[in-house]
C-alpha cells in the first residue's frame, strides 16, 4: 500500500515562487522516478518535471529555467521548487511515482492534487 500526499500549493502573484513537497509512504521497496503533472481547466494533463533516483531531471520547455525539480531517497519526497511563476502556470499540481513495492513488481501512483494559482 503506497500514499502520495501533496503539499504546498497556494495563491501567489506573477512573479511570485512557491516550493510544492510530495513524500511517499507506505509499502516501498524504491521509487525509479517521481515527477509533477499538472492539468488547468479545458486542458489536458502534462507533465511539468520528472526525476529519476539518480537525480536525473526532465522538465516541459514551458517551465525550463523557472522550476527545478529535487529528490530526497531517504525520505521519499519529491520537490518542485517554482519560481517566476506565471498565470499559465494555474492548475491543479499532481504528484507521481512508479514505486517498486516488491523486488519483482512495479505500479503507478497517484497524490491527490494541489491547487496553484498565480494571479496577474
Known amino acids: 500500500q503506497v500514499q502520495l500526499v501533496e503539499s504546498g500549493g497556494g495563491l501567489v502573484q506573477a512573479g511570485g515562487s512557491l516550493r510544492l513537497s510530495c513524500a511517499a509512504s507506505g509499502s516501498i521497496f524504491s521509487i525509479y522516478v517521481m515527477g509533477w503533472y499538472r492539468q488547468a481547466p479545458g486542458k489536458q494533463r502534462e507533465l511539468v518535471a520528472s526525476?529519476?533516483?539518480?537525480?536525473?531531471?526532465n522538465y516541459a520547455d514551458s517551465v525550463k529555467g523557472r522550476f527545478t525539480i529535487s529528490r530526497d531517497n531517504a525520505k521519499n519526497t519529491v520537490y518542485l521548487q517554482m519560481n517566476s511563476l506565471k498565470p499559465e502556470d494555474t492548475a491543479v499540481y499532481y504528484c507521481?511515482?512508479?514505486?517498486?513495492?516488491?523486488?519483482?513488481?512495479?505500479?503507478?501512483?497517484w497524490g491527490q492534487g494541489t491547487q496553484v494559482t498565480v494571479s496577474s
Open positions: 507521481n511515482a512508479d514505486v517498486r513495492v516488491t523486488s519483482l513488481y512495479r505500479d503507478d501512483y
Open positions: 526525476v529519476t533516483s539518480g537525480a536525473s531531471a
